[in-house]
Structure formats: structure tokens, C-alpha cells
């Protein structure tokens, strides 16, 4: 069965600085991986995908993120943080051997200071 | 509109009172999920329906159940709520066909059982 694993429940950078938020996963399988965010009193939004095409992966309002598969790791980057990017943030994995159902890992608060 | 709804947004019920969540959707797909969030706990699987004759428990279904009245529609009953439910509730939905792409989402029904 997968896994996803996000290390660090909370987050916090200053405007400008650089966003790492980090995924690990465990799959039996080659992985589909997803990260949504959650804005306050909001829904998840997918922000960007990896479905086995290119590894390094951009997605909306400036994400992105490279998967490694030695490290099996899906780790989320933006070069300037802004303080609309405070929210929660979900890593996911996709197993092709169960109908393509998402596992998600425990997500991670971002807060941006000014 | 929404492509996926969720109704009631907010709703206080008293402990052993029987509540229903709907969710409804415009996208056309086949599946239907709804998972509970708690802080720090991510996002957890109650039920997912593949189809209309398709009903799955998830990993924590105990205390709940659920009706896919069309493909459309996709509910959730707590027949007896206790405190403990008190949680954020999401409805999702995705395509079998294009399963990769990840799952829509609605906005969530915040739940609190007093």
C-alpha cells in the first residue's frame, strides 16, 4: 500500500524568502504524486501533478516540484514566498493498483511573515 | 456553480441526532469520495463509491453511511452523531477515465456535534 509522509505540520518563512515544503511517499508502483493546497474555509485545489512525464513538475502562482525517485521524495518549492501563500498544503499518491485512489499525507501549515 | 457541492456549509447538531451531508456534482464523473479533516490528521477516507452500485468503506467508516442516489449525488449519514465527529467534511469526485488528473473538491461541510 502507499504512503505519503510530510515532514513538518508547520512551516513558516518571511515574504520573499524561499517556500521548501517536503513529500516523501511509498508506493509499489510508479507513482502518480499531487499537491493541493487549502485556503482558508476553502476546498483543496490541485496546485500541480506528476504523472510520469517530465520530473520537474510547475504548477500555479509560481509551485513547483521535482520528483526524485531515489529519494522518493516529491518536495514542493517556490524562490519568493507571498503572504497569499499562507495555507495548508497536502501531498498525495496516486496507486495505479487501486482504481487510482489518493493517499494523502498529513499536510503542512504555511505561514508567511511580513 | 460549483462543480462540486456541498451542502449544508456550517451545521450544529446535538449528540445522537441523525444528520445527512449532500454533495452533488456538475463534472460527470463516475466517482464519488468523502473524507473527514482534523487538525493534524490530514485527510481520512469514509466512503467511496466507483459507481452506483459501487459502495466501499473506507478507513473509517464505522459511524457513518452513505446513499449514491445518481451519479450525481453521493450523501453521507451519521446515524447517531457523537461529539467525536466533529470534524470538516469534503466531497470529491473523480473521472476512472482520466484517473491521473487527480480529484475535484468541494468546499466542505464544518460539522460540529455538541
Known amino acids: 500500500a502507499q504512503s505519503v509522509t510530510q515532514l513538518g505540520s508547520h512551516v513558516s518563512v518571511s515574504e520573499g524568502a524561499l517556500v521548501l515544503l517536503r513529500c516523501n511517499y511509498s508506493?509499489?508502483?510508479?507513482?502518480?504524486l499531487f499537491w493541493y493546497v487549502q485556503y482558508p474555509n476553502q476546498g483543496l485545489q490541485l496546485l500541480l501533478k506528476y504523472t510520469s512525464a517530465a520530473t520537474l513538475v510547475k504548477g500555479i502562482n509560481g509551485f513547483e516540484a521535482e520528483f526524485k525517485k531515489s529519494e522518493t521524495s516529491f518536495h514542493l518549492t517556490k524562490p519568493s514566498a507571498h503572504m497569499s501563500d499562507a495555507a495548508e498544503y497536502f501531498c498525495a499518491v496516486s496507486d495505479g493498483n487501486a482504481g487510482n485512489m489518493l493517499t494523502f499525507g498529513g499536510g503542512t501549515r504555511l505561514m508567511v511573515k511580513p | 456553480d460549483a462543480d462540486v457541492t456541498q451542502t449544508p456549509r456550517n451545521r450544529i447538531t446535538k449528540t445522537g441526532k441523525r444528520i445527512m451531508l449532500e454533495c452533488s456534482q456538475t463534472?460527470?464523473?463516475?466517482?464519488m469520495y468523502w473524507y473527514r479533516q482534523d487538525p493534524g490528521l490530514g485527510l481520512r477516507l469514509i466512503y467511496y463509491?466507483?459507481?452506483?452500485?459501487?459502495?466501499n468503506k473506507g478507513e473509517i467508516s464505522d459511524g457513518y453511511s452513505v446513499s449514491r442516489q445518481a451519479q450525481a449525488k453521493f450523501s453521507l449519514s451519521l446515524e447517531s452523531a457523537i461529539p467525536n465527529q466533529t470534524a470538516l467534511y469534503f466531497c470529491?469526485?473523480?473521472?476512472?477515465?482520466?484517473?491521473?488528473?487527480?480529484?475535484?473538491f468541494g468546499s466542505g461541510t464544518r460539522l460540529t456535534v455538541v
Open positions: 470529491a469526485t473523480s473521472d476512472s477515465r482520466t484517473s491521473n488528473y487527480g480529484y475535484t
Open positions: 508506493s509499489s508502483v510508479p507513482p502518480y
Open positions: 463534472k460527470g464523473h463516475d466517482r
Open positions: 463509491s466507483f459507481d452506483v452500485k459501487d459502495i
